[in-house]
């Protein structure tokens, strides 16, 4: 078990990332937040219950009242929101109230947003049931929903009390979960971590196959990574922008497919691709780093083929979130370990990234 | 014209009251936030606008994107805030965008907490119409809408980047609502103003006839009142509570009635009235204060007769907000100047005091 601080200017706690967390939550939280409130909410999904309910109430004196949010992102909306606030006002949540979710990360970003304005705000621990939400999402305070333009343009910074990685539930994640996630693992060795990044090439078997061990060292090292530069750049105004490489095209895969056909790491996995090609134009990196980094894309792939248009997605970048005032905003490796991000990228160099990756994407159907 | 500064851990801003501020607001803006932002939005309500437009407009070289916010507490919601969302991508805002809510208390509500969450929040600036949003909802950055269950039971704190109060607007108020919005005045010389309580015993006349300089001395010492508050507690751990003298009973009464019958501030009179009875009872104040304070009331009336019956009232008090894990938090003055927090106050206790309250409620009606 291991303990990776967050420490920002409006707050401070632990990520705490292990086995055997979830029968202990109760007096773990308590540790937190001294004895538990009268009313405890906890947000999760059917089939997540479904699962863990009994290992999750083993430590509680008094069950937590359940709240549910059916899966996918369509439900993760405004009018999900206000059912879940209203069903905490009927059972008489106050301001005093402590809210836990518990699931992936969509679980964790309704959930954290439901926190941040039930009542101007209450307090949440999250515990994150998925490799993704474990290593991203749940880390770094960002809450939020989707409107039907975009994804995530509502929302709230608001940090939970704690987060609880319990790497035992990854044991039921389905496989394509599991490699989907990992893709936000590669992000981090390749934007930060030259370590991590050896690691996941000389592991994979291990990491693939949830050996405990590999697991435990790949989440520790993609959540102090995020940790490190969320401290340093809470409101995401300079530093934290990295975090999104991979992200500006996996944001336009994701909205061209209406987020059915692929999983978040997947369309991120594509989003890379497309990110290698324009920084090896740009001389960001060589030749051979950006074969060796799509190589270990791959190598947690197979990422699902795309039958989408170059300038249909060039088109969808426009609407990213991460865009100020017109400006396009890209975030480009440098050498392995480092990333920056770039205003200039020019619609004709994005197409032809764009239709570099598409090419590659037809011909993994082949495959 | 007065600057009074608002200074909080997260915020500081100033609240600009005085006379031609409407059209001078581009330049005002711009001292703040440097150049104005590509997308400004203006959310106002039909009324308003149809009467202001054209000076509010006269200062900006290019006009901003207007948004509308139907009157009444019935679109104080979370579908209107997602309707107002989507418009706002629609019309390519971004996280660089700024927001002007331009209106009473439910645009400033409304407008802040849209501003709170579009994009995880952008930059807003306040424009109150009415008094009560001058001396009240606008400074102290709470936003927020209603909930089926109960008002302002969703929201964030986002403070402003300022607040522009021009009484010139007042002119065009209807004199119920002026009288309503300085029910808040009342309080906030009864909690922390001895000399704006003599001001207002003394000038009503010219208060109520809206004599320029009487009405910028009240508004202005309303807001340094709230300010000095807010700027020791602004996140209402504390002394903040006591701002919300009246307010307990005065929000059950809004709820009994649906917020149809009574102005907030009508409704925070009356529960005013309530809390100086139980004041009475408990020796924070005297007979003669309660009943000089009691006037004073009655003298920026007349409230609204009440057609309730007691035992509702006050079970309408448990499901108060400001009430943690099960605690009943009231407000009683002390003395004239100052008031403090009690927690416990039995039913029967409220049910006397609502119930003196009732009493001249209905006499109220025979008048």
């Given at each position: 078990m291991q303990s990776i601080r967050v420490d920002t200017p409006s707050a401070k706690y632990d990520v705490i990332a292990g086995s055997g967390l979830i029968p202990t939550l109760a007096p773990r939280i308590q540790r937190v937040t001294g004895r538990l409130p009268r009313r405890v909410f906890v947000l999760t999904a059917p089939a997540i219950w479904a699962l863990w309910s009994n290992t999750f109430l083993q430590s509680f004196a008094e069950p937590p009242t359940t709240l549910f949010l059916a899966p996918g992102?369509?439900?993760?909306t405004m009018p999900s929101v206000e059912r879940l606030l209203r069903q905490m006002v009927a059972a008489g949540g106050d301001r005093g109230s402590l809210l836990i979710a518990f699931g992936g990360g969509i679980v964790g970003d309704v959930g954290g947003f439901v926190a941040a304005i039930f009542m101007r705000g209450i307090r949440y621990v999250q515990v994150p049931t998925t490799f993704l939400a474990q290593v991203d999402s749940s880390v770094g305070g960002k809450t939020g929903v989707n409107l039907p333009e975009g994804k995530n343009l509502v929302g709230s910074f608001h940090h939970p009390l704690a987060v609880f990685a319990d790497i035992d539930v990854l044991g039921t994640l389905p496989d394509r979960e599991l490699r989907a996630g990992l893709m936000e693992s590669v992000k981090a060795g390749i934007i930060r971590d030259r370590a991590l990044v050896r690691f996941m090439e000389e592991q994979a078997d291990e990491v693939l196959g949830r050996d405990q061990k590999a697991l435990e060292k790949v989440i520790v090292a993609s959540i102090r990574m995020k940790a490190g530069v969320v401290n340093r750049d809470e409101r995401e105004?300079?530093?934290?922008?990295?975090?999104?490489?991979?992200?500006t095209v996996g944001h336009a895969i994701e909205q061209a497919t209406r987020y059915?056909?692929?999983?978040h790491g997947e369309a991120v996995g594509w989003g890379m691709i497309a990110a290698l090609f324009l920084a090896l134009r740009r001389g960001t990196i060589t030749r051979g780093q950006a074969e060796r980094l799509e190589s270990l894309i791959h190598l947690y792939g197979p990422l699902p083929p795309l039958k989408l248009r170059a300038p249909k997605l060039v088109a969808a970048?426009?609407?990213?979130?991460?865009?100020?005032?017109?400006v396009r905003r890209f975030v480009l490796p440098i050498g392995i370990g480092d990333a920056g991000v770039v205003e200039d990228v020019t619609p004709s160099e994005l197409e032809s990234a764009v239709t570099y990756m598409l090419t590659h994407a037809r011909e993994q159907r082949t495959k």
């Open positions: 992102e369509k439900h993760k105004n300079g530093l934290r922008m990295i975090l999104n490489l991979g992200h059915k056909a692929l999983l970048t426009g609407a990213d979130k991460k865009n100020v005032s017109g």
